[in-house]
């Protein structure tokens, strides 16, 4: 019976590891500095946040779909944020289930791309995200809007056009923030507070606005977006966010927001 | 810890699968030889351990990070999270890297509890924070030589 023995120790031997553990030592601090930034993971997306945000208090996401159509532009910072802020919309609409809205989203992006001369293979996402709409598959849709997003961006660096991209990102991150400190704000618990607390996001992007060539740093609105990000590092800098901090991030989210949406 | 994705609770199974085809490799050669290694991609190998998690409700982010890995230098990167949920990172390394792992670390470089899956050239960690804000992956080549790698993110 050897070889029965024989084989019982090979399939044993080819398991894997599953288990628990606390990682070795602690990082040093020449290891932290030295640790990557990948735009696509170091930044989460608004369904990220969205889904923590289920987990604490589904809240009724039908009402917090937004309609119409974002205001004419020929500021190619202000399409950027717009289009952004369009992304997390779409997420919005996911969560809400409304595949109509989904679809005039995904219009709308699709539209601001076109504006910012992105290529063929980005607008052919505009028919996957219908496709997916009409299927209700919101996981899919999900995972389209973050690649679409990805899409757009990848145009923006081949297109030497990176400065936008940044931009792209804030305006994501700014609605899903207005979202999601106006729900905490409305119901606040400590619990809630801590899915505020992003301070490395907000240093990221602070650093991104930092990099901007000089010409698009004094655009206005880019300046306004500067100086509200580095009055919100204060509102978000601790464990659990104050009531106050919340109502301050809120207002500060929403006056960004609009700014966005209506241009300076 | 996140729990097990159902998948990967079917190991006893599998167990039984190897032993068995083991048994039948007794009594002739396998018609089909395996495809060397080398033609899978660090990707794709990352993608199907994700794949797994995702039977389990994560949904895997579009993004990836690919880089280049060898021994006694591991790679770092910085990821942002939210408490409450749950996450899955998942590693693969192409030959002629063997072994890896993935650590999870707050921001201030203090190793966490995590759940782990380890099996050669795959490894993945599974991490639910208690607070939001910045973590770091420290992704170790334990055996084998400087090879390339790829990272999935996924969450639930």
Known sequence: MNWIRWHLLLATAALPAFGSRAAESAMTSGQIDQAVRVESLTIPMPGEFFAAINKIDRPNWKQLVRVGTPEATANRAQIALVLGTLVADGYIAVEAQDGQGVKNIGKEIINLAKKLNVSQSVLGRGNSINDFAENNDWNALREELEATQNEVKLDMFEQKDSNLVTLVSLGAWVRGTELASDLIERAYTPEAARLLRQPAIIEYLLEQIGSLPQGMKEDPLVAMLRATLEKCLDYVKAETPSEENVTQLRAAMASMEKAIATGL | ?156
């Open chain 2, 1 to 156: 810890m996140p729990p097990r994705p159902l998948v990967l609770w079917l190991w006893p199974v599998w167990l039984l699968v190897v032993f068995f085809s083991g048994l039948f490799a007794q009594v002739g050669p396998s018609p089909t030889p395996a495809a060397p290694d080398t033609d899978v991609s660090a990707r794709s190998k990352a993608l199907e351990l994700a794949g797994a998690f995702s039977n389990d409700g994560y949904k895997i982010r579009d993004g990836y990070w690919p880089g280049e890995i060898e021994p006694n230098r591991p790679q770092f990167l910085e990821v942002n999270l939210f408490s409450g949920n749950e996450y899955w990172f998942s590693a693969a390394v192409n030959p002629p890297g063997r072994k890896i792992a993935v650590g999870v670390f707050n921001e201030t470089g203090k190793p966490m509890d995590f759940q782990t899956y380890e099996d050669g050239q795959v490894a993945a960690a599974g991490f639910v924070p208690e607070v939001s804000g910045r973590y770091y992956l420290k992704l170790t080549l334990l055996e084998g030589e400087k090879a390339q790698f790829c990272l999935l993110y996924s969450y639930k």
